[in-house]
């Protein structure tokens, strides 16, 4: 009698490892899949980046800032308004004519100069806003120099007007 309950409890044994061994990745596969539905929904799942980015396009307008240049800061062009100062984030690369180039560069290749009246077209973003102030973000996709010559934002998504 001994002898069978151990062989039924190693068959019990051996089937609840068999059983997890088979349950986990199956389980493992279904919720990676949920997961990917959950992404292509909007939600991105945990790409944080991904869904601030997508916030940031649902919830701003565009707008055109025309002013004098002051200089590139911490990825921000820096310009005098008629209504004061804008700082707006510049994507990483830009395309002027047939050529790319850095943000870093668009006021050492020449394309902007200091002083130089400037449009930029950008997205603003109220992060807040009240009747005496708002906080806004502004993120520039073209912007237009003083002869009249585009740069474009070498951006993976199309922004039309």
């Known amino acids: ?9 190693v068959v019990l044994v051996v089937a609840a490892i068999v059983g997890a061994l088979v349950y986990l990745p199956l389980t493992s596969a279904l919720e ?25 396009l649902n919830n701003s307008e565009p707008v055109e800032v025309e002013g004098e240049a002051v200089m590139y800061y911490k990825d921000m062009l820096v310009i005098n308004t008629n209504n004061g100062q804008a700082r707006i ?4 690369e830009w395309i ?30 109220n992060v807040f ?8 973000f502004l993120i520039s ?4 120099n003083s002869e009249g010559v585009h740069a474009y934002a070498a951006v993976p998504f199309n922004i039309e007007t």
């Open 32 to 56: 990676s899949s949920e997961n990917n539905d959950i992404a292509d929904e909007g939600n991105f799942g945990d790409f944080k980046g991904l869904r601030l980015i997508w916030w940031l």
């Open 141 to 144: 996709y073209e912007i237009v």
């Open 96 to 125: 002027v004519g047939a050529d790319v180039i850095p943000r870093e560069i668009l006021f050492e290749s020449g394309y902007l100069s200091v002083g130089e009246t400037v449009n930029v077209k950008a997205l603003r973003t």
């Open 129 to 136: 806003e009240k009747t005496a102030f708002s906080i806004y």
């Open 1 to 9: 009698m001994k002898s069978k309950l151990k062989i039924i409890s």
């Open 89 to 92: 984030a510049l994507p990483e």
